[in-house]
């Protein structure tokens, strides 16, 4: 790959327009062979080769390299790095202290530094953990299910298990608890904390002054009473799916043959909640909450600054948010399958939108600056995701056109086998290998037919015409002829 950037570089260099009459920034196209440009003065050069598959591009400090969809490297003068190798099976970002590894978000691997804070350690979840020592706990190795121990792991700050489900145990602050034949058998003991289980028939545990819990033929009957030590504790009861209630000073709920029925008084956030049954019927009443849902027909609901509608649901949707900084609207049809996204900043007067109709093209806005493009395969799923981006949309994207609030433009057909840049004053486009046209702000015209076989060139110095690619031809001055002299 580093050998073909060189060998575009090369053809850049024998065949691109003299500097005198050439558009910054410098092209040289060879479709779909070569496709390098350059701005010196912006510290830009970039070259693509086979469309859309293989990449280099240089911006001041950072450079970035990709073969797509597989490979995707950036990197920067300061360090670090980011790869991604067939996103998302694998990701791996590096900084000056440290490196982490991710594949699958099943497999991950921190390699860290003392001075940084951060960790060094890795994951082949579900089978493999590992952490290093470090000056507050001791390193922790575990092989699932065989045996092993973790510490800070699925919100518990310890745990021991052997031959899982046979035996584990876990321990978060100051409660431990000890599993035989998980989740069959249990016991729960720490500070003035005892209890024990044999799930699913009865199960109880308390810590005094703090909670009561017990079960019986989960999860048709439990009892409990939580928050003891604050001044709103929490009262559930259960007999389900006849009958469950919760209830507190801060809010009630009462559910009848749940689905169907129930009812949430909410005193902190002041409303009041009824379905019936949930999730097609429900009515809010209250100040910052409100509205009613009956769907597949139509649902209008209110929860403090956002807003959500349905129309003939799944087929129309209107999410809006309209706080004292922004405003934001979405539409959707058929969830993914038509999206508009409009959002704009009040203090600073910046405007957002994108729009995706899977899977015929999307559009964005963002700075002043607006991106169509045909195709879009993957976007309308994951909006504003910088991996697909990079290494997935520029192989479908077979139409692109950028362009801003001063006029200038970029336009791409076939991954350049037509293109199109206006800059300010100039222009610059090509059909390949038929047609190609430069044009600077002071007038300077660069035309060429099959890529100099004729070529036209006009300026300050007068004009010239060159045939079959030779470097000399016919010139003469530019300058009207007098009156009255001929």
Known sequence: YRGLFLLGVFLASLFAPPVAHAIEPTVFTLWPVVDYRSAPAAGYRSIHSLGPFLKHETKGAETEYAFRPFFYRAFDDAGSSQTEVLYPVMTIKSHPDSTRVNILQLFSHDFGSRESGSTNRFYLFPFLFYGAPDEEQDGYFAFFPFAGKMYNWFGRDEIHFFLFPLYGQTHRQDRQIDNLLWPFFARVS?????????????????????????????????????????????????????????????????????????????????????????????????????????????????????????????????????TEKFERRRDRVLYFLYSDMREEWYQTGEEKRRVALWPLFGYSRAKGVSHFHVFALLEPFFPANNAIERSWAPL????????????????????????????????????????????????????????????????????SLKLFYLPWGLSWSGEAVPAGTM
Do not use: C
């Open 396 to 463: 479908w994207r077979i139409y692109q056109q950028k362009w801003d609030q001063r006029g200038n433009r970029i336009i791409s057909l076939f991954w350049n086998l037509y293109w199109q840049e206006k800059r300010d004053q100039a222009i610059a486009w090509e059909l390949f290998p038929l047609l190609e046209y430069q044009q600077t702000g002071s007038e300077e015209i660069d035309f060429r037919i099959l890529k100099g076989l004729l070529r036209y060139q006009s300026g300050q110095d007068g004009k």
């Open 190 to 322: 720490g500070r003035e904390e005892s209890g024990y289980k044999f799930w699913p028939i009865y199960g109880q545990s308390e810590k005094t002054g703090h909670y009561r819990k017990s079960f019986f033929l989960w999860p048709i009957f439990f009892s409990e009473d939580l928050e003891l030590e604050t001044d709103t504790p929490v009262r559930r009861r259960a007999a389900f799916p006849f009958y469950m209630s919760i209830d507190s000073a801060e809010k009630s709920e009462q559910f009848v043959l749940w689905p169907f029925f129930s009812e949430r008084v909410d005193n902190v956030q002041n409303y009041t909640e009824w379905n019936f049954p949930w999730p097609l019927i429900r009515v809010t009443r209250g100040e910052t909450r409100y509205g009613y849902r009956l769907l597949p027909f139509r649902s209008d609901e209110t929860v403090e600054a956002n807003r959500k509608r349905w129309y003939l649901w799944p087929v129309y949707k209107i999410e809006d948010t309209q």
